[in-house]
């Protein structure tokens, strides 16, 4: 297992169905005899016949495999917060790590957290950890920011985060209305391999307007992710959310997610846990 992991979310810029067929058969020892001899061109049936399989997929449907963790109080999660028009963090940022179930964050797993000398967010959190971020500031759209995949290794994260006023100007160039009562989804996928994915078509179970982005605007009514693995929903009714990714019929990821009034939830879509 790699120690530690380092991802980026997803800038405002803007999986090929897994399947294996195979075949079997027997053939029996002669008496006496302890080699087994195919019969002509046996072999070259079965393989003309077999489907390649993308490794990018090739865990879909697969079990889990065994992995090992040291065991330890506390790992650590970084976390770099970026305004996407001016590429800088934020003023006035506060971080706050809730459990899952506490889904109003009533009682923090930790005190809020600001900016460090160093430009980041440094948190020390519970080994397993797998609730969420709440994220705010005076010049942002306030965000949750769920932690899919229990923390069990020091991991990176480095989220885009947009000011009101240019939410409102990628609405008014996609022509849609806001409703300030519901909230938005921004939904990354990833592949077997832990990489950004595109292709992969999104769903979820509470509604609202489907996009991606194409040369750095709005696609409105896409629900496949785009080249940055990306995809998302405006105007996505409040509470409890379940989406999920799918490659052709193959599910390739599930999220439980909530979604609050103005505020963006993002969280990730990926076969691996």
């Not at 947009?162 to 939410?167: E, F, R, V």
């Not at 209305?177 to 939904?187: K, N, R, S, Y």
């Not at 489907?210 to 629900?223: E, R, S, T």
């Not at 105007?235 to 052709?248: D, E, F, K």
Request: hydrophobic share 45%; with cysteine; glycine share 14%.
């Amino acid at each position: 297992m790699v120690p530690s992991e380092r991802r980026r979310f997803w800038g405002w810029c803007g999986w090929g169905l897994c399947a294996l067929a195979a075949g079997s058969a027997c053939t029996e020892l002669a008496s006496g005899s302890d080699i087994l001899e195919a019969a002509p061109g046996q072999l070259g049936v079965a393989d003309a016949g077999a489907k390649r399989v993308d490794p990018k997929w090739a865990c879909l449907g697969e079990a889990d495999p065994p992995s090992a963790v040291a065991l330890r109080p506390s790992v650590g999660l970084t976390v770099a917060v970026l305004d996407s028009a001016l590429l800088t963090t934020p003023a006035g940022l506060q971080v706050r790590a809730c459990n899952r179930i506490d889904v109003d964050c009533m009682t923090p797993a930790l005190p809020p957290i600001g900016v460090s000398s160093d430009g980041l967010v440094h948190l020390s959190l519970d080994q397993g950890f797998n609730g969420f971020l709440e994220i705010t500031g005076p010049t942002i759209v306030p965000f949750l920011f769920f932690v899919s995949r229990p923390l069990q290794t020091e991991r990176q994260e480095t989220l885009n985060v947009i000011g009101p006023a240019s939410l409102q100007a990628l609405a008014g160039s996609g022509d849609v209305m806001i409703d300030p009562t519901l909230g938005f989804l921004l939904l990354r996928a990833f592949d077997c391999q832990g990489e950004l994915a595109s292709g992969v078509s999104v769903s979820n179970g509470a509604g609202g307007l489907p996009f991606n982005f194409v040369d750095g605007l709005p696609n409105i009514g896409a629900d496949v992710t785009d080249v940055n693995g990306i995809v998302g929903f405006v105007n996505v009714p409040t509470g409890a959310v379940v989406a999920q990714g799918l490659a052709g019929a193959e599910r390739t990821g599930t999220v439980n997610i909530v979604v609050r009034g103005g505020w963006f939830t993002y969280g990730d879509l990926s076969p691996l846990r």
